[in-house]
C-alpha cells in the first residue's frame, strides 16, 4: 500500500493486523499489571460504549436490511467511534475532568482487539457494512497474486541465466 495504490492486499493486511496485535498485547499487560487498581464500572463502560454507539446499531441496521444496505450514517457512527483520534480526545478529556486512570486503558484495548484479533478496520462506504467479499476486489487481488507470481519467474529465468554465464 502507497499513497498512489491506497488498498491492502492480503500479505500487507496480515502485517497490519499483527501490529495492532502487539500493540494490544503492550497494552493489555499494563492492564494486567495494574488490575488492581483498574475501577471496573469505568472500564466496561469505556470498553463497550465504543461499539454500543458505533458498531450495534449499524449491525442491526445491516441485518434488517434486505439488501443489506445501511445508510452513511452507520458507516460514521463507526468510523468515529473506532478512531484512535476519537479515542485519544475522549482520554484527554477524562483525564482534565476526572485525572488519569487505568480504565482509559480499555480505550487502547477495544481498538486494538478490533483490528489485530478481529482485522476490523474503518469501514469505507463502498464496502458492505458487514465483511462480505467484494467481487471488484477479490479480481484485484487474483490479477496482483497473479503479477506476483509472473514476476518471480521472471526473476528466477533472469536469475539462472546469469548463473549460466
Known sequence: MDMANPFETPNTYRLHR????VGLVAVAGLF?????EVRWVPAVILFAYIDLIGYIPG????????DHRVAKGYYIAYNVMHSMITQMVVAAVWIAVAG???????????LF????VFGNFLKPFSLAFEPEPN???T????ELRHRERRRQ???AMAGASGASR
Not at 139 to 142: E, L, P, Q, S, T
Open 18 to 21: 499483527a501490529e495492532y496485535l
Open 32 to 36: 494486567i499489571a495494574h488490575i488492581g
Open 59 to 66: 449491525a442491526i441496521a445491516y441485518r434488517r436490511s434486505p
Open 100 to 110: 488519569f486512570e487505568w480504565a482509559l486503558l480499555v480505550l487502547p484495548l477495544h
Open 113 to 116: 482487539a478490533d483490528r489485530g
Open 135 to 137: 467481487p471488484a476486489y
Open 139 to 142: 479480481r484485484m487481488a487474483a
Open 153 to 155: 519467474r521472471e526473476s
